[in-house]
């Protein structure tokens, strides 16, 4: 089997030849990555069997109740990646800080930052949850990063990529040259290339919204919904289907195989909060997947990938997928808006019409 199929190591060993000065620390990096994604799915595949569902009785830095997959998937991570010499820290949506290295082990050249268990309120009905994970360059490796340092900008990560455990367990990634998708097969307990330089098909027929939300949307989503919804009939000239699934982890993959957009946007529900989705652990990722499948990911007001954090739990409004509908949508906030902004995140408030009938 191993003759006719190329593992992940293997793809990562030639992506290395093409880098004669590689030491080899990334491809180590993404390897206990992957180890760690395997470790969570065989606990997820075990459900109740394996006593790890329910509320772990704890809060996040979220505010979110941590559900015990939560907390399992999380150290997961951290101690696949904490020895091995190749991070000099980690920062996690679970987390309040960023994770501190034991003093035991040494500090590498990369920050990995991830989200351990996305879609934890899919567990308990036994519906697809992922984990999503960056990977930045340290800016003073070898030693302990600051919480500055994690603050690059989503056009500064080498990688990126997510695990979906669904029906089959897949991992996916992009380093810059392309998404490429490998299946887990539980007999080799290796990761398989199964799809290579994944593009999202160009025709839209599907949006993804929580449209419980509606009465809090800005008109420029409101306008692009009702278009939708309308049908052959409405000004689109075609049906759209709406799916939902509460996992970013599922969206994105259900876009990279079968096109459309997916919408979280920044809406009045809780003014405090400009959106939902994580720029750090969410959003950056699956950002630079997008747009290496050949998609666009936006805000709504400009490209996700140029928002620089300011701090480790900043919440963004998200909205990706096929590059003409993410257009379309970022046209009508600049044409059909009536709430000028006032955010330092989007730094286009002059260009905003008000009180649009």
């Known amino acids: 089997m191993l003759t006719n199929h ?14 004669p000065g590689a030491s080899g620390e990334f491809n180590a990096l993404i390897l206990d990555v992957a180890l760690a994604c395997k470790s969570i799915a065989n606990r997820i595949a075990l459900g109740e069997l394996g006593g790890a569902l329910g509320s ?4 996040n830095v979220q505010g ?9 998937a999380n150290d997961y991570f ?3 990646n904490e020895w091995g010499g190749q991070v000099a820290g980690m920062a996690s949506e679970e987390l309040d800080e960023p994770y501190r290295l034991p003093i035991e082990y040494p500090r590498g050249k990369y920050l990995l930052v991830f989200d351990p268990l996305d879609g934890s309120s899919n567990i308990d009905v036994n519906v697809s949850v992922g984990s999503i994970f960056s990977i930045l360059r340290a800016p003073n490796p070898g030693v302990d990063p600051s ?5 690059q900008p989503g056009t500064s990560q080498v990688c990126a990529g997510y695990a979906l455990y669904g029906p089959s367990t897949l991992l996916v990634l992009t380093v810059g040259t392309g998404v490429h998708c490998f299946t887990l097969d539980p007999r080799l307990g290796e990761f398989i290339l199964t799809r290579q330089d994944l593009q999202i098909p160009s025709c839209a027929k599907e949006f993804a919204i929580n449209a419980s939300n509606r009465r809090f949307w800005e008109p420029a989503v409101r306008r692009y919904i009702d278009e939708c919804l309308a049908g052959r009939s409405g ?4 049906d759209f289907n709406m799916r939902w699934v509460a996992s970013l982890v599922a969206e994105t993959h259900r876009i990279l195989t079968r096109g459309g957009v997916f919408l979280y946007p920044r809406d009045s529900k809780d003014p405090a909060k400009p959106g939902r989705l994580r720029l750090m652990y969410e959003t950056n990722p699956m950002a630079f997947i997008i747009e290496q499948a050949g ?9 996700m990938l140029d928002v620089v954090p300011d701090h480790l739990h900043q919440r963004v409004p998200f909205i990706f997928g096929v590059k003409e509908e993410v257009e379309r949508i970022e046209a009508y906030h600049l044409d059909n ?9 989007y730094g286009r408030r002059g260009l905003f019409r008000s009180a649009i009938g």
């Open 6 to 19: 190329t593992t992940l190591v293997r793809f990562l060993i030639e992506e290395r030849q093409h880098h």
């Open 56 to 59: 772990a009785d704890a809060v």
């Open 64 to 72: 979110e109740v941590q559900q015990k997959l939560d907390v399992l």
């Open 78 to 80: 951290l101690r696949n």
């Open 147 to 151: 919480p500055e340092d994690f603050l």
């Open 235 to 238: 000004p689109r000239k075609r």
């Open 295 to 303: 998609g666009l990911a936006s805000t709504g007001r400009g490209r």
């Open 337 to 345: 808006n009536d709430r000028p902004d006032d955010s330092p995140l």
